[in-house]
């Protein structure tokens, strides 16, 4: 599964509801107080609802309380709690690797199987959701007003709840076309009126608990009369059939959030009673300290690989990272060290430039092998142009390595863009092959520029082309400057 663009509305800055569009690899650009952190913490609430299901979050789970988020009041626009935060995303399954949950036990598969001789196969190849999340006067919380299904612009469920209600209800449902619904099980067939009716669920919010086949024992008709051979398995069925269209490609995008790690714009240097933890938990990324937790307690290859970006073909540095066991027989304690390849003396990170302990971190997420999302705010950081430059090849290399892997990054580096640009020219002039691992196609890389107009964030996506250039004009900025600087 891909995440394919991000549905965000009424969130900080953004007033209308906007799509933007995701590859694995997109750059958030623009001057400062733009909106770019904007994108990133709409993907941190999109985890917290997913995830831990925190409709109000003060700090999230990924970050911990280094970035403080201030809860529904601080993040809906305007700070005005009559204002509705939207929040959604495009899943693409085209690639069949992940398989839908059908929320069945094995004894109910056999129930349905003998019974009806078929199970729920409600699935599809590109879905989308939205989610409202408003504030309830009267209990004083947030909740879940809206959540809507969507295929290819097609809305086929709808969930919505009301403030002070204890049910929700299924305002809307129309199989997609490619779905095979058996006649006892078409609409027209289950109601009277011969259209959908409204369908109490019994959940406060409009999201139901993912984890949780949906309710349906307070239908406005009887169950024996959509199926007399036996009204439990016809229940069960369409409980199955819509918790699997709805519910189902929540849970994957949950387990694909569930690897998101945030890396924000100032990262530790450690000192020399720096203390790394054995297990690396979420909210060590955001100030970097993950990044060495993971290299002193991770795998071999993990710690080659980093070596690897540090040396001849990306970075070119002088320094062999390694790790130093303290002799203690009461703890388990490591330490990073840096090993001079030309005197093979020993440094500390806090002995050397700052700009080594600065993309350190983000180096070792790009090392990691696993269906990362990797969320930064400026990598390029203190760090020399030419290292800017490897960054993009080692983010290409990345993901080249695993597919599932997604950059979403926060940058003001002209460099990382041009050695994109000049990796897409090469890929379609044949410099380098499909397999090359530098290789960049036109899906590879998404471009998303951030501008304060009338005091509203606007996005304006850019594509790059064949010839190494961008498919749309360039708002102000950036390269513009450079031109200015020299001629």
């Known amino acids: 599964m891909k995440i394919k663009s991000l549905i965000v509305g009424g969130f900080k800055g953004v007033q209308d509801k906007v799509i933007i569009p995701l590859s694995s690899i997109t750059l958030l650009f623009g001057a400062n107080s ?64 992940d398989v839908w949950n059908d929320f069945l036990s094995t004894a109910e598969t056999w129930l349905l199987e003998s019974h009806l001789g078929f199970t729920p196969d409600a699935t599809t190849k590109v879905m989308s959701f939205e989610i409202d999340i408003e504030w309830d006067n009267f209990a004083k919380k947030t909740y879940i007003s809206r959540f809507e299904c969507f295929s290819c612009d097609q809305p086929y469920l709808r969930f919505e709840s009301q403030a002070g209600k204890q049910e929700s209800v299924i305002t809307h449902y129309s199989p997609l076309s490619d779905w095979q619904v058996s006649e006892p099980f078409e609409i027209n067939n289950i109601f009277e009126s011969g259209e959908w009716e409204a369908v109490y669920i019994p959940s406060r919010d409009a999201l139901p608990p993912l984890i949780k086949r949906i309710d349906l024992s307070n239908c406005p008709f009887d169950w024996s009369n959509v199926f007399p051979e036996h009204p439990l398995a016809a229940q069960v069925f ?10 189902a490609p929540l849970r994957i995008l949950g387990r694909k959030l569930f690897n998101l790690l945030h890396i924000g714009p100032l990262r530790v240097v450690p000192c020399r009673n720096f203390i790394l933890e054995e297990t690396a938990t979420p909210a060590r990324w955001y100030d970097g300290s993950a990044g060495w937790d993971q290299f002193a307690y991770g795998s071999e290859s993990l710690r ?44 500390r990170p806090s002995d050397v430039g700052i700009g080594v302990s600065q993309v350190f971190p983000f180096i070792v997420a790009c090392s990691i092998n696993q269906d990362a ?54 890929t379609a002039d044949e410099v380098l092959s499909v397999d090359d691992h530098f290789s960049c196609f036109k899906h590879d890389v998404q471009i998303i520029f ?21 498919d749309s004009y360039w708002p102000n900025g950036f390269f513009d400057e450079r031109r200015e600087e020299l001629f």
């Open 34 to 97: 733009t909106g770019k952190s904007t994108v990133l913490h709409a993907l941190l609430y999109l985890y917290e609802v997913i995830v831990a299901r925190n409709f109000d979050p003060q700090y999230s789970q990924v970050t911990g309380e280094k970035l403080w988020l201030g809860g529904f009041q601080n993040l809906v626009h305007g700070k005005k709690t009559n204002n509705v935060i939207t929040l959604g995303a495009t899943l693409d399954f085209s690639d069949g690797v």
């Open 373 to 426: 999302i990797i969320s930064c705010e400026q990598p390029e950081l203190h760090i020399h142009p030419k290292w800017q430059l490897s960054l993009a090849d080692m983010i290409l290399e990345s993901c080249y390595q695993n597919s599932g892997r997604m950059f979403l990054i926060e940058t003001h580096s002209e460099h990382i863009m041009l050695r994109l640009l000049k990796r897409r020219r090469q």
């Open 238 to 247: 369409a409980e199955a059939a819509l918790s699997q269209s709805s519910l």
């Open 304 to 347: 080659k690989q980093v070596n690897e970006y540090f040396g001849k073909s990306f970075l070119e540095s002088n320094y062999i990272f390694d790790i130093q066991k303290i002799p203690d027989e009461t703890i388990k304690y490591r330490q990073v060290i840096l090993k001079e390849t030309q005197t093979s003396t020993n440094l």
């Open 450 to 470: 951030c501008e304060q107009v009338d005091g509203k964030t606007i996005f304006r996506t850019i594509k790059t082309t064949d010839e190494g250039e961008f």
